[in-house]
Every structure is written in structure tokens, then in C-alpha cells.
């Protein structure tokens, strides 16, 4: 069965970091682009960022380019998403989901259960 | 990167279709046969239900179906069930290797 399992989640200050992580199994994790998606409290979806399956191109959402970063490691079938100079508009739900190939992502497939990462001082 | 158009909320009794829109422009919904619905009941992840503008994963019901005209694209549910009420959120590729969602329409079931 493919499952993507989300954590990192966390209580954070305005300015502060993050580290989320996404562990795959069920399936060869790095022959699928793999993304973040969020959805800020009583909010629709919103598409964060992307990366290929070998991990070489990687794409981002203007509201958080140059504060977040996207990586995976394809040993340990994990993702991950280090969250930098957090404010109050990132507090949300961060979800993970896998995309339709290593180079092509078309749609997102399954999605983890979400981590709430919550912003405040 | 502004957000899909979808109407808020939908409401119809058991046994009838309803047609879900999303508009874009050109740039997205128009310009790329690659948009895709998700559901999504409260407190939990979104479901992929169809991709690539009109077709289903295995295991979605066949009363769900998609499509697309110019700049919107269109979810049916036909012979609407209890189960499924909850929200519905398209999605389009938008270029660049950048994607866009749409705003949610809510489901209800009279």
C-alpha cells in the first residue's frame, strides 16, 4: 500500500524555522516528483512547492520562494521541507503528495495526513 | 498565481447531478489539458477523484466525471449520495512548473 506519512509539525515564532519531513513507502519513491501543498485554518488548498524524483529541479510558490526549501532523500525514501523566516500567513496545514512520475507531476497522488504548523508568538 | 474560480457552495437532494465549475484563464485551465479534482471531508487529507480534465483513478466511482470548455473546467457528481458531501477543489497546471488550486466549492446533500 503507498503511504506518505507527514511530521515536523510544530508551534513556531514569526522569524523562526522548521523542518517538515515526509516518509514514503509502498512504492519506488524515486521514480515520482513528490510536492508540499497547504492549507492555511478554514482555507482552501495551495501548492508550496515541487521537486523531480532524483531530486535535481525544484520549484516553488512566489509567497514562500527564498524562505523555503525543498529536498529528499532517496535513501531513505524521505522528503522534506525546511521552512525559514516563518510568519503569521504560513500557519496552515502542510500536506505532501506524490506526483505522477520522476520528471512529471500532472496530479497529486496519494497525499499524507497533513502537519499543522502553527505560527504565533 | 490567483486561485481558480469555483462557486462557494452547491446543494441538491439525493439521486440528482450537480455540476461543479472552475474558471481560469489561458494561462492555466486553458492552455494545458492538466487539471484535476480532489475531494475532501473535514479533518482530513484531499482524495484525488479525476486528472487529466476527465479521467478516474481506480476505484472512484464512475458517477463522478470531468470536463472542459476554453478556460473552465467542470466536475460532475451524477446520482448524488449522502457520502458525498464534503469540499471539492480543482487544480490546474499553470506553467513554469507552478500549479494553481481552486477557491473549494462545498457539497451538500438535501
Known amino acids: 500500500e503507498v503511504q506518505l506519512l507527514d511530521s515536523g509539525g510544530g508551534l513556531v515564532q514569526p522569524g523562526g524555522s522548521l523542518r517538515l519531513s ?37 520549484f516553488y510558490a512566489d509567497s514562500v520562494k527564498g524562505r523555503f526549501s525543498v529536498s529528499r532523500d532517496n535513501s531513505k525514501d524521505t ?13 496552515a496545514i502542510y500536506y505532501c503528495a506524490r506526483g ?3 520528471g512529471a507531476v500532472d496530479w497529486f497522488d496519494p497525499w499524507g495526513q497533513g502537519t499543522l504548523v502553527t505560527v504565533s508568538s | 498565481q490567483s486561485a481558480l474560480t469555483q462557486p462557494a ?46 479521467n478516474r483513478p481506480s476505484g472512484v466511482s464512475n458517477r463522478f466525471s470531468g470536463s472542459k470548455s476554453g478556460n473552465t473546467a467542470s ?21 513554469g512548473a507552478t500549479w494553481v488550486f481552486g477557491g473549494g466549492t462545498k457539497v451538500s446533500v438535501l
Open chain 1, 22 to 58: 515526509c516518509a514514503a513507502s509502498g512504492f519506488r519513491f524515486n521514480t515520482h516528483a513528490m510536492m508540499w501543498v497547504r492549507q492555511a485554518p478554514g482555507k482552501g488548498l495551495e501548492w508550496v512547492s515541487s521537486i523531480t524524483g532524483r531530486g535535481g529541479d525544484t
Open chain 1, 79 to 91: 522528503l522534506y521541507l525546511q521552512m525559514d523566516s516563518l510568519r503569521g500567513e504560513d500557519t
Open chain 1, 100 to 102: 505522477k512520475s520522476e
Open chain 2, 9 to 54: 457552495s452547491v446543494s441538491e437532494s439525493p439521486g440528482q447531478s450537480i455540476t461543479i465549475s472552475c474558471t481560469g484563464s489561458s494561462s492555466d485551465v486553458g492552455g494545458y489539458d492538466l487539471v484535476s479534482w480532489y475531494q475532501q471531508y473535514p479533518g482530513k487529507a484531499p482524495k484525488l477523484m479525476i486528472y487529466d480534465v476527465n
Open chain 2, 75 to 95: 466536475l460532475t457528481i451524477s446520482g448524488l449520495q449522502a457520502d458525498d458531501e464534503g469540499d471539492y477543489y480543482c487544480c490546474s497546471y499553470a506553467g
